[in-house]
């Protein structure tokens, strides 16, 4: 039984070496994406194009094995680079799937500006309808390179960097690669968002200036813009992260979120996944703008609206934060615990003993289990020549866990 050949063909499909040429030229079968089935519309082999859903793909491919075909799958770059490769793997195991890899997109737009691609970061939006992973990639890195498709293109993208306020990047764009039209043009992001590309396009996005402030966790109250008593301070943020367990691909949300300060240092633990902070206050939602603006804090969202009508349309989040009361009615608390998913952990941050009480019945209603903890945190103060300490709120943070489903 033939093996399933899956080859990259590079930025010119003529300069293959004798080998890989020959498996082409005796190839059953050809799989791919239109535009490289194009290349070889006069070779005889039966064209199969690569679409959604995959799952048809693969049985037609199937198809092809049990008929004893040789089936050549063509790729642009590496197909184990965010490539065709893995999922072929899934489907025939990797007995059945032999490689034959190209130079990547990456190395070629590296090439052009002469600069190292080991460390830059990649993230694909190619059939994809979730930016949140590139905002995430900008959050930790100098220089992101993206895979685009026609949804995501250059201008799109741009577009969506605008309006989460990101003007820490200069954006390079590479047309047609490889070709005699090929272009290479860095821009502004409000220029891109203006300008056609071509359809066959590369994405690199290179750091320009440092965040205002650093973005780590525990930072001083000061750093954040914040109505004056309105937010969680360092010592109790702290240990509020980490009841919460973050893990990096959490969706994490952040109700009454105030300044924004749990939300963005749950980002830096959430990196992989996404971090909503939700508030109703306009004035607060601009701290939380700003405060995300001058940290770089891109991987959190503003969910701009009252409770609990706003989280609706919210994706289930593992982690809930409530730092901002739990309100006399709890339809705040009782949707972020319908919501939260099995083994998922809410935490609140409590000053008031009826409102611990309120949530402690609740929780023991449910049969959750649930710890309390008491944080009393005093700060030095200068006082004639000396130090003394002054004591802050009092706050009690409680933590439970969602038990996970009986099967």
């Known amino acids: 039984m033939h093996k399933v050949h899956v080859i990259g063909l590079?930025?010119?499909?003529?300069?293959?070496?004798?080998?890989?040429?020959?498996?082409?030229?005796?190839?059953?079968?050809?799989?791919?994406?239109?535009?490289?089935l194009d290349i070889f519309q006069d070779h005889p082999a039966l064209k199969v194009s690569i679409g959604s859903p995959l799952e048809n793909v693969m049985e037609r491919i199937t198809q092809e094995i049990q008929a004893d075909r040789e089936i050549v799958v063509l790729a642009d770059g590496d197909p184990l680079f965010y490539g065709v490769g893995k999922r072929l793997i899934d489907a025939f195991g990797s007995e059945m799937v032999v490689f034959h890899?190209?130079?990547?997109?990456?190395?070629?737009?590296?090439?052009?500006l002469k600069i190292p691609w080991h460390d830059i970061q990649t993230v694909s939006l190619h059939g994809r309808k979730d930016i949140r992973p590139l905002f995430a990639a900008l959050v930790r890195n100098d220089r992101v390179a993206v895979f685009t498709d026609a949804d995501f293109h250059p201008a799109k993208i741009a577009d969506e960097l605008i309006r989460k306020e990101v003007d820490a990047f200069g954006m390079y764009?590479?047309?047609?690669?490889?070709?005699?039209?090929?272009?290479v043009g860095r821009f502004e992001l409000e220029e891109a968002a203006k300008r056609t590309f071509s359809p066959l396009n590369?994405?690199?996005?290179?750091?320009?200036?440092?965040?205002?402030?650093?973005?780590?966790?525990?930072?001083?109250?000061?750093?954040?813009?914040?109505?004056?008593g309105l937010i969680s301070k360092k010592e109790i943020r702290a240990a509020g992260l980490s009841a919460l367990e973050i893990e990096p691909d959490n969706i994490v949300?952040?109700?009454?979120?105030?300044?924004?300060?749990?939300?963005?240092?749950?980002?830096?633990l959430a990196y992989d996944g996404s971090v909503l902070a939700v508030e109703r206050n306009p004035e607060r939602i601009q701290h939380i703008s700003r405060n995300i603006r001058r940290m770089g804090a891109y991987g959190v969202e503003i969910v701009h609206g009252e409770m609990p009508g706003c989280l609706e349309s919210l994706p289930d989040p593992e982690r809930v934060f409530i730092g901002g009361g739990i309100g006399k009615n709890n339809k705040v608390l009782e949707e972020?615990?319908?919501?939260?998913?099995?083994?998922g952990r809410l935490v609140l941050h409590l000053v008031l003993m009826g409102s611990l009480s309120r949530a402690k019945d609740y929780l023991s209603s449910l049969n959750w289990p649930f710890s309390i903890t008491q944080v009393q945190v005093s700060r030095s103060k200068g006082t004639a020549g000396d130090q003394r300490l002054e004591a802050l709120n009092p706050v009690f943070i409680l933590s439970a866990t969602r038990p996970a489903l009986r099967l």
């Open 10 to 36: 590079g930025v010119d499909h003529r300069d293959l070496s004798p080998m890989i040429s020959k498996r082409i030229e005796s190839a059953d079968v050809f799989v791919g994406g239109n535009r490289l």
């Open 101 to 112: 890899p190209n130079v990547t997109t990456l190395q070629i737009a590296a090439s052009r």
């Open 173 to 183: 764009v590479f047309e047609d690669l490889g070709t005699e039209s090929e272009k």
């Open 202 to 228: 590369f994405v690199i996005f290179d750091r320009a200036k440092q965040p205002e402030i650093s973005l780590c966790l525990g930072l001083d109250d000061d750093f954040y813009l914040h109505e004056k």
């Open 253 to 268: 949300w952040d109700l009454g979120a105030g300044c924004g300060s749990v939300a963005i240092e749950a980002s830096i």
């Open 336 to 343: 972020a615990i319908n919501r939260l998913k099995p083994g």
